[in-house]
């Protein structure tokens, strides 16, 4: 068990990490990031598919992995 990324900045954490890769500063990774955690319409797209999840359907989002194996999974019954 780690203490990286802190649980209760944890989002924040793996968005800057990601960000990080594209970015030349962990400053600038971190400062984006948390306009990121910090959109109300960002969050709000999260729970909309992680409802959608917990109901067992489809969230609709094409870069979903989740839906897309459950759909590959599909084709193959
Ligand atoms: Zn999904």
Not at 34 to 52: C, M, Q, S, T, Y
Request: with cysteine.
């Amino acid at each position: 068990m780690t203490d990286y990324p802190p649980a209760d900045d944890r989002l924040k954490h793996l968005i800057a990490q990601q960000v990080n890769l594209g970015v030349d500063t962990w400053k600038l990774a971190f400062w984006i990031a948390d306009g990121i955690v910090k959109d109300p319409e960002i969050r709000a797209e999260l729970e909309r598919i992680a409802d959608a999840h917990s109901k067992g359907q489809p969230c609709g989002d094409r870069h979903c992995e989740r839906c897309f194996a459950a759909a590959l999974t599909e084709t193959d019954r």
